[in-house]
């Protein structure tokens, strides 16, 4: 299966199990390494690097911004042979409360009519 297959079918299987997500792909040309997809879920979000397999190669930088998007949120890499595995972690991840105080809580309106 091409990387780009598996993806699509990701897609799909992401927003039917996170119903009123919102899933964004990055453009890799934007930032070396930076993970294909961004899912962005309420008020919590996770970063994927897709991959045709567990034996595919990693791009420079994407080690790095996996490991840093996952210390603020949850990313990790995904292939077809994790991907339940890798999609149970990230519905943890987006039930986890983490938040101390909701930002629309502290932040006062500055809209004027």
Known sequence: ???SEFQSGLIKDIKSRFPGCIVLKNDPNY???IPD???LQEDRWAALEVKKSRSSKKRPNQEYY???MNE???ASFI???NKEEVLNEMELAFQRNT???SCRARRKSTFVA
């Open 79 to 81: 292939y077809p042979e």
């Open 99 to 101: 938040r101390r105080c």
């Open 31 to 33: 930032i070396q390494g």
């Open 37 to 39: 997809l961004l899912i």
């Open 66 to 68: 996996v490991g840093r």
């Open 1 to 3: 299966m091409k990387e």
């Open 72 to 74: 603020m949120s949850y």
